[in-house]
């Protein structure tokens, strides 16, 4: 139904206002009124917390000036053809500017189906036979291929015009090493709860019900083979987030206000 490269899915939606980003697109997570979902940067990578059930969508907003190509990826699954994901297949062409949400798996050019955080064997890719990739969205941009300019003189060799890929978030953060055991019973019991948390297993995206969710196709003609730039954002359960040392534990209600030895003022009667 999907044709390929260089005929590629697009998203035709509203112009956004533009703004300014070190990258060429801009990922996250909303939830479904638009919200941002929460989410903390640990170790140069975004890692959003997410709860089992709760809709979400992929919002992507294009930074540049040209239309761009991006090839979404959620749990190591192309959202558009359903294959094992590939930088080379199909994705969605944003406009200069454009900022677009992706509900869910496209499962034609009038409907998606929602994505929604599951456990792992209600994930669509474990579903699929495909579970090795939860907790993961990735988004490979490509710039369009522009026409060479009108020139007056012989062209001169441009070294400029090497593209390269910049990686926007690296591998999955590591486990922080385990604590040497301790004599106190209370801290063994925090380190197994942490333990218990960090091995339970990961969220996943659901493939959810249909909805009305139009698209349409344009041609579109890669600058080059390679993606100039490659995004990923990473999600999990909260609690998971924090035995993996990712998230930073709420502060202590003390940390705010500590107990004052001298507030001033005469004893009152008590209440």
């Given at each position: 139904?999907?044709?390929?490269?260089?005929?590629?899915?697009?998203?035709?939606?509203?112009?956004?206002?533009?703004?300014?980003?070190?990258?060429?697109?801009?990922?996250?997570?909303?939830?479904?009124?638009?919200?941002?979902?929460?989410?903390?940067?640990?170790?140069?990578?975004?890692?959003?917390?997410?709860?089992?059930?709760?809709?979400?969508?992929?919002?992507?907003?294009?930074?540049?000036?040209?239309?761009?190509?991006?090839?979404?990826?959620?749990?190591?699954?192309?959202?558009?053809?359903?294959?094992?994901?590939?930088?080379s297949q199909q994705g969605?062409?944003?406009?200069?500017?454009?900022?677009?949400?992706?509900?869910?798996?496209?499962?034609?050019?009038?409907?998606?189906?929602?994505?929604?955080?599951?456990?792992?064997?209600?994930?669509?890719?474990?579903?699929?036979?495909?579970?090795?990739?939860?907790?993961?969205?990735?988004?490979?941009?490509?710039?369009?291929?522009?026409?060479?300019?009108?020139?007056?003189?012989?062209?001169?060799?441009?070294?400029?015009?090497?593209?390269?890929?910049?990686?926007?978030?690296?591998?999955?953060?590591?486990?922080?090493?385990?604590?040497?055991?301790?004599?106190?019973?209370s801290r063994r019991e925090?380190?197994?709860?942490?333990?218990?948390?960090?091995?339970?297993?990961?969220?996943?995206?659901?493939?959810?019900?249909?909805?009305?969710?139009?698209?349409?196709?344009?041609?579109?003609?890669?600058?080059?083979?390679?993606?100039?730039?490659?995004?990923?954002?990473?999600?999990?359960?909260?609690?998971?987030?924090?035995?993996?040392?990712?998230?930073?534990?709420?502060?202590?209600?003390?940390?705010?206000?500590?107990?004052?030895?001298?507030?001033?003022?005469?004893?009152?009667?008590?209440?």
């Amino acid at each position: 139904m999907f044709r390929r490269f260089p005929l590629l899915s697009a998203l035709l939606l509203c112009l956004a206002t533009p703004l300014q980003a070190a990258g060429i697109v801009d990922v996250s997570l909303v939830d479904a009124g638009g919200n941002a979902l929460p989410s903390t940067v640990f170790r140069g990578h975004e890692h959003v917390a997410g709860a089992p059930g709760a809709p979400y969508s992929v919002r992507m907003i294009n930074r540049s000036a040209g239309r761009v190509l991006v090839v979404l990826s959620v749990d190591g699954v192309n959202a558009i053809s359903g294959e094992t994901a590939g930088t080379s297949q199909q994705g969605y062409v944003l406009m200069p500017w454009q900022e677009v949400d992706i509900r869910g798996w496209r499962k034609s050019l009038e409907e998606t189906a929602g994505f929604y955080f599951t456990e792992l064997p209600d994930s669509y890719a474990a579903r699929t036979g495909r579970p090795d990739d939860l907790g993961v969205i990735g988004a490979a941009v490509f710039r369009e291929l522009q026409p060479p300019p009108v020139q007056s003189a012989p062209p001169v060799a441009d070294e400029s015009r090497r593209w390269g890929a910049r990686e926007g978030a690296a591998a999955r953060a590591a486990k922080p090493s385990a604590q040497s055991k301790s004599n106190s019973e209370s801290r063994r019991e925090r380190e197994a709860q942490a333990d218990s948390a960090a091995a339970a297993a990961p969220l996943g995206t659901g493939h959810g019900e249909r909805r009305f969710d139009p698209a349409s196709t344009t041609a579109f003609q890669r600058a080059s083979s390679t993606p100039s730039e490659v995004v990923r954002v990473y999600y999990d359960r909260y609690e998971s987030l924090v035995a993996r040392g990712i998230w930073p534990q709420p502060p202590s209600p003390y940390a705010q206000r500590a107990p004052r030895a001298f507030p001033g003022g005469f004893t009152p009667d008590p209440w």
